[in-house]
């Protein structure tokens, strides 16, 4: 089973210039932190944004680069998810929702696709 990932957890945007955190707003928990579901996608809530955007299918990117005549140009980065992660672990589930799991990926609007680098623990134990 891949590893639940919980508050605190980084995450990578194929799009994104640095990594971000994962806020899991979740009742059940693994070593005291939040277990995240999918559902857990909504921007700046549960996904902080990636220091700058790099596509040119975000319209400030865009933008910007036309403004500098052709060149790429990033611009700060706003998630843009607007559907649930794609669950790694579909099986697996928490009050009736698959958890989110190391492997799950959820896509931005822009194109990008956000995939969990670290997940936030490193080892669950059966008590």
């Known amino acids: 089973m891949p590893q639940p990932v919980v508050s605190g957890a980084m995450l990578q945007c194929s799009f994104g210039v640095a990594p971000s955190s994962f806020t899991a707003i979740g009742l059940v928990s693994i070593g005291g932190m939040p277990v995240g ?7 700046m809530l549960n996904i902080k944004p990636f220091g700058m955007c790099t596509t040119p299918s975000n319209p400030q ?10 060149v790429l140009t990033p611009a700060p980065c706003i998630p843009m998810t607007g559907t649930p992660w794609i669950p790694a672990a579909p099986l697996t589930s928490v009050t ?6 190391q492997g799950s990926t959820c896509m931005c609007n822009w194109g990008g696709v956000i995939q969990v680098s670290f997940p936030g ?7």
């Open 37 to 43: 579901t999918i559902k857990d996608s909504v921007p």
């Open 61 to 70: 990117v865009a933008a910007l680069t036309a403004a500098a005549l052709g």
């Open 96 to 101: 009736g929702m698959p958890i989110l799991a």
């Open 121 to 127: 623990q490193v080892q669950v134990t059966a008590s």
